[in-house]
């Protein structure tokens, strides 16, 4: 009741012009705690003594303004006073890259390449697929209206510049006409760059990592303790909110029962019920235990369930977008997204594939599996959010864009992921193809995390505050030892680890430089006591079809007839010096490792772990207490006999989920 009578009275409303004010939160028993308030361009309220943004600029207190009020009143509020073009905007997942200029500035054009430079990621043209535009940031924001845009991670750039630049971005939403803030995405950044290693061959020397370095979520679930993935998703959104970031797409919820699937290293692995544990402790871990201004608002994907996919190719691409089901076993990888669901996850993130049997278009497309079953059955009611879809148009490729985008909306998802323009949703709304009221309900869907993150009392960061959390010494050193923690020792013959200290040591692929902090290094490993070869898992790459993961690993699990089948003769080589030898595999997939196992007296399997931590292992520094998080073929004719959607169904395997040794 007092609530609504503050409404009523005529109350004394101070404006202040002041570009920036800061209000640190206080509570006492007579009255609500003030939060921390931040405008650039827009003023402030004082009313009643508390402190609020005046963001449409109007010289009054409306309830979106009030954070006093609950989130569903203050977004009915704001989608009340919102425009079609305005709404629509909302319903767009953007990306922006190359607006960064010196110092963080936001620039109002790309700059040129540099020389030298790669050219960047540009997906092949394909017949049907219109181009997209790259609108500026302020085209894109004011113009558009889009308030949720996905940040490309750049490892040359200091956490200072990025927040900089975020602060840039966001002032220039405040400048607009309701002074809607920006919901900031971003891809996992946090694994450690190794040249060479993941599902994308990397070229050049590693940087200095900008983020504490961690292993791939593979390597978490290699770990195997919740707590862990916790403490990391605490850590993670720390800086991630330090560096302006206030949505993770993340976790993956797949479970990996296709083992020749390039996206391997992005899951818990094999076993669901693992797999639905450690989701649960990673949406913990961001969220927290309700969505606050602390808070990284976790998109957990790709719903249903992204394994299962037809013999391992990737349905990123043309010639991979079946997901199949010849095991019936569909319920089987919706075990991690109810532990998802669970956790509260803010979002949800359809697959892309054609689900066979179930629906003949893409996860995105399908109301059955958006509308029946994410929303009606899991009653599901954060946002939903596409894949970045203009290149996947899987059975739906005759349909124009504006169609694809109906079948979309239809099917009831509240963003489009990877597009930049609103147009189509609008020019739907004009045409009577979509009431506007659809397009209320997925603005009132996407507004409320964003009013539950604080974003709009304070969307700014400071620069120095990132410069000191961010890659923080004690946030590294427990990457650092997460690190360790996954490492899998899968072979040690004859005790040969861990290996004494004070020996001649012979490496390969692997930073002198480190090496030297722990042995002797020699030339030539005939002369050495111990010899460290570094190495890939095993990959083809696929040559024919239109495809948008180019250089994706794929295909066979063995050396033979693999795109890196050289790096067995370099292991072969090495064993046959007579020098004890010890394999350390990155291992983004499953691997056969009957090919060389025999030769050699040792073997690691590592899932993104820097130098300094695989030799820790080896030179007994840190024990290994890693378990493989799936099975290990012993032969790629058990790989392609088994049954896409069937986790453990390989005929014999080397090594079961859950081995590892220890010293």
Known sequence: MRRRTLHRLVIFVSVSLVPSALFLGTES???????????????????????????????????????????????????????????????????????????????????????????????????????????????????????????????????????????????????????????????????????????????????????????????????????????????????????????????????????????????FGEDAGTSARLVKAFVEGFQGKRLGPESVLCVTKHFPGDGPVKEGLDPHNDYGKWQVYPGKNFDHHLVPFKAAFEAATGGIMPGYAIPEGIDTVGMNFSKIIVTDLLRRKFNFNGVVITDWLRNMPWGVEQLSEKERQLRMVEAGVDQIGGDNN?????????????????????????????????????????????????????????????????????????????????????????????????????????????????????????????????GAHEGTLAYAGAENASELEGIRKLAASGTPTVVCMYMDRPAVLTEFIDQVGAALVHFSSSDAALLDVVFGRFRPSGKLPFDLPRDMESVTRQKEDVPHDLANPLFRTGFGLKY
Do not use: C
């Open 29 to 267: 028993n007579a009255g609500p705690k003030q939060p921390v308030v931040q405008g650039k361009k827009a003023p402030t309220l004082t009313v009643e003594g508390l402190t609020f943004k005046d963001l449409n600029k109007n010289g009054k207190l409306d309830k979106y303004e009030d954070w006093r009020l609950t989130v569903d009143q203050r977004a009915a509020d704001l989608v009340s006073q919102m425009t079609v073009e305005e709404k629509a905007g909302l319903m767009i997942h953007s990306s922006l890259m190359g607006f960064t200029g010196p110092g963080g500035v936001v620039l109002d054009a790309p700059p040129p390449p540099r020389p030298g430079s790669p050219a960047g990621f540009a997906p092949p043209r394909r017949e049907g697929i219109e181009p997209m535009d790259r609108p500026t940031p302020s085209e894109l924001i004011v113009k558009r209206n889009v308030r949720w845009v996905l940040l490309r991670p750049n490892r040359t750039e200091t956490p200072a510049v990025s927040a900089t630049f975020v602060n840039g971005l966001q002032e220039i939403a405040e400048g607009s006409r309701l002074g809607i803030p920006l919901a900031l995405s971003s891809d996992p950044r946090h694994s450690v760059s190794r040249p060479g290693a993941g599902p994308f061959p990397q070229s050049g020397e590693p940087v200095p990592p900008n983020i504490s370095q961690w292993p791939e979520q593979i390597g978490l679930a290699a770990a195997g303790d919740p707590a862990l993935v916790r403490e990391f998703g605490r850590i993670a959104a720390q800086e991630f909110r330090a560096l302006g970031l206030q949505v993770i797409l993340a976790p993956m919820a797949d479970v990996t029962t296709e083992p020749r699937w390039n996206r391997i290293a992005g899951t």
């Open 422 to 550: 609103p147009r189509y949703i609008i020019e739907l709304v004009r045409d009577g193809k979509v009431p506007e009221s659809r397009l209320d309900e997925s603005a009132r869907r996407v507004l409320k995390p964003m009013f539950e993150l604080g974003l709009f009392e304070n969307p700014y960061v400071s620069p120095e505050r990132a410069s000191a959390v961010v890659a923080s010494k004690t946030f590294k050193a427990a990457g650092d030892l997460a690190q360790r923690k996954s490492i899998v020792l899968v072979k040690n013959a004859d005790r040969l680890l861990p290996a004494p200290s004070g020996k001649k040591l012979y490496v390969q692929n692997i930073s002198p430089e480190v090496a030297r902090g722990y042995a002797t290094l020699v030339d030539d490993p005939k002369q050495a006591d111990l010899a460290i070869i570094a190495v890939n898992a095993p990959f083809a790459v696929h040559k024919g079809g239109a495809s948008f993961f180019r």
